[in-house]
């Protein structure tokens, strides 16, 4: 039996496809289909040129970010969609109203090139619910094929929320997992992934205020715990099922 970590069970999955499979993908259990966009996304693929490495299914419930000017100040957030900041913190993706060219992509919506999948592995040291494996897995493909996300492959993600005892396990992982993609990968600031994480908990704290969700003071203060632990300790990995 498989131990609970999502970025085992994909590699253990992929190992398993047959030679003559030349698309692969993930889609998660709380996807829902909408008309088309299955037959979109094939349509892409039978024409699709060599240098696109994956595509992703477009998320069309998702909300649109907010306070997005504040966010890019603390460069946790970007107006350019879909980009991966040096800070280690990636700029939200979905909805979109056109074919997006983009550094990163949602694990559980994408369909990948057979090539991409024989070379690429996801790193099993993001451990259970493997928060952020999706973005450092799609960013080193990005850096040797071409990734989009699909406009009229339209999907709705009824993703369940974070269980409320476990918001602060949540805000530890948001930037653990972020500060062990940042030292991964060549060309990110540790200056900017502080700024980005003290945004982090500025709106975490704000957001909490406004929507009156006490368990968003316990994320922040867990990302607080996280950026100590993370700066004068070697990483942990965090294995807490946080949604189921």
């Given at each position: 039996m498989?131990?609970?970590?999502?970025s085992?069970q994909?590699?253990?999955?992929?190992?398993?496809?047959?030679?003559?499979i030349?698309?692969?993908?993930?889609?998660?259990?709380d996807?829902?289909m909408?008309?088309?966009?299955?037959?979109?996304m094939l349509?892409?693929?039978?024409?699709a040129?060599?240098?696109?490495?994956?595509a992703?299914?477009?998320i069309s419930?998702?909300?649109p970010?907010?306070?997005?000017l504040v966010?890019s100040f603390f460069?946790m957030?970007?107006f350019k969609r879909?980009a991966?900041?040096r800070?280690?913190?990636?700029?939200?993706?979905?909805?979109?109203l056109?074919?997006t060219?983009?550094d990163w992509?949602?694990?559980?919506?994408?369909?990948w090139?057979?090539?991409?999948?024989?070379?690429f592995?996801y790193d099993?040291?993001?451990?259970?619910?493997?928060?952020f494996?999706?973005v450092d897995?799609s960013y080193?493909?990005?850096?040797?094929?071409k990734?989009l996300?699909l406009?009229?492959?339209?999907?709705?993600?009824?993703?369940?929320?974070v269980?409320?005892?476990?918001n602060f396990?949540?805000g530890?992982c948001?930037?653990?997992?972020?500060r062990?993609?940042?030292?991964k990968?060549?060309?990110?600031s540790v200056?900017?992934?502080?700024w980005?994480?003290?945004?982090l908990?500025i709106?975490?704290?704000?957001?909490g205020i406004?929507?009156r969700?006490?368990?968003?003071?316990?994320?922040a203060?867990?990302?607080?715990v996280?950026?100590?632990?993370s700066?004068f300790?070697?990483?942990?990995q965090?294995?807490?099922?946080?949604?189921?």
């Amino acid at each position: 039996m498989l131990p609970p970590c999502l970025s085992k069970q994909r590699n253990a999955g992929l190992a398993e496809l047959s030679r003559d499979i030349s698309l692969a993908g993930f889609l998660d259990d709380d996807l829902v289909m909408e008309p088309g966009s299955v037959e979109a996304m094939l349509r892409f693929w039978n024409a699709a040129p060599s240098d696109v490495g994956g595509a992703s299914f477009n998320i069309s419930n998702s909300s649109p970010p907010r306070g997005l000017l504040v966010k890019s100040f603390f460069r946790m957030d970007s107006f350019k969609r879909g980009a991966v900041l040096r800070s280690g913190y990636e700029a939200s993706i979905h909805p979109v109203l056109e074919n997006t060219y983009v550094d990163w992509l949602c694990g559980g919506a994408t369909v990948w090139r057979r090539e991409v999948v024989d070379e690429f592995k996801y790193d099993e040291w993001f451990q259970g619910y493997s928060y952020f494996e999706d973005v450092d897995y799609s960013y080193q493909v990005g850096r040797e094929f071409k990734l989009l996300v699909l406009a009229d492959t339209k999907v709705k993600h009824l993703s369940p929320p974070v269980k409320e005892d476990h918001n602060f396990a949540m805000g530890k992982c948001q930037v653990i997992n972020r500060r062990y993609f940042l030292q991964k990968h060549a060309g990110m600031s540790v200056i900017l992934f502080h700024w980005a994480t003290l945004g982090l908990i500025i709106a975490n704290i704000a957001e909490g205020i406004v929507s009156r969700k006490p368990g968003l003071f316990a994320r922040a203060w867990g990302n607080f715990v996280g950026l100590v632990q993370s700066s004068f300790a070697p990483l942990h990995q965090i294995d807490t099922a946080l949604k189921d």
